[in-house]
C-alpha cells in the first residue's frame, strides 16, 4: 500500500504526534511492500523538512494561502494530492489539526476513515485498525471496504520510529489551494514554556479538589514544573473557570498516555479515565479512598492533596533538577 502521511511542524522540527505517525505509516508500507511519504503543508513548510526526511521521502507543499492552516483549505490540497497519486492510505496525527482537516478530507476522498487508530495489522493483504469505542470501554477491530483509506493514530499507541542513517529526498510540488471560507482571527497558545499534555513524559493533573486558579498554579504547575512534565486538568475545573480548556484530559479534552501520570485530587470519572488510563504509571492522591481512580492506579495516596503537594515539591525539588 502507498501511503501519505500528513505531518504537523512547529518551526523546524515534526511535533512529536507525528513523528508517532510516521512509524504506524512506515509499517504499513514496508509490510504491505508500497511507499511512504511525508507532506508537509503551509507557508513556511519546508522550515520542517530535514526533520521529516531523517523518517522517509518529504513533499513540500509551500504556499502563503496555506497559512494560517484552516481545515477547509488544507483538505482540498491533501484531497487533490491523493486523487492524483493514487495513495492507497492517509495518515495524520490524532490531533485538533488531524481530526479537523483528515475527518474533511476523508469527506472529500469518499468517507473511508478510522480515528483515534491504537493499533493495525496486516491480514490477507487487508488492513485492520484497531480503535477504542463507548469512551474506551472496548476496542474494535474495524476494515474500511473501500478507499482511499484516512486514519487518524493515536501517538499514545506508537512508539517513534528510528530515524534513517541518511536523509530522503525532498521534493517540492506545485499545489494552488482553494480561498478557504473560514477565517482565523486569533490563536490562543500555550504559556509558561510547559510541554503539551499529549507530548510530555510526565504529565501532573488536578481535579475537583482545587478550589481557584492560584492554588492550581501553585501546586499543581509548579509540580509539573518541578518534574519538567506538563500540567492538566479534569473537565470539572475547567467549566468552573479554573483552568485552561487546553489542560483538560479526558474523552472531551486530550486524550495523553505519558511515562507517569500524577492525579491531584481527581475522583476518576469515566470520562476522564478514558483519556488517561492508557498511561504507563499512574499515581494519585485523593482524600476518598473509595475513589474510582485508585481502581486504575500504580500507586495511591489517601490524604489532602492540599497538604501532600507542597510535601512533594519539596521531596523532588533536588531530585528531579535539571529533568
Known sequence: MN?????????????????????????????TGGTCDVLLLGADASAAAEDAARYAPVLVAEHADLSPATADCHAAVIAEWVNAKGYDVVVGAATTYGKDTLGRAAGLLGGYMASDVVGHDILDGELLLKRPMFAGSVNATVKLLGGPRVVTVRSSAYDAPTANESASPITTVEVTPQPARLNVNGVASKTGGRPDVTEAAVVVSGGRAWKTSEDFENNVGKLADTVGGAAGS???????????????????????????????????????LAGMKNSKVIAAINSDKDAPIFQVADFGLVGDVYKLTPQLIEKLAGTCAGV
Open 234 to 272: 479534569s473537565r470539572v475545573l475547567v467549566d468552573a473557570g479554573i483552568t485552561p480548556n487546553e489542560l483538560q484530559v479526558g474523552q472531551t479534552g486530550k486524550i495523553v498516555a505519558p511515562d507517569l501520570y500524577l492525579a491531584l485530587g481527581i475522583s476518576g470519572a469515566v470520562q476522564h
Open 3 to 31: 501511503v501519505l502521511l500528513i505531518a504537523e511542524y512547529e518551526g523546524d522540527a515534526l511535533r512529536i504526534a507525528s513523528v508517532a505517525a510516521v512509524g504506524m505509516a512506515n509499517d504499513v508500507a514496508q509490510t
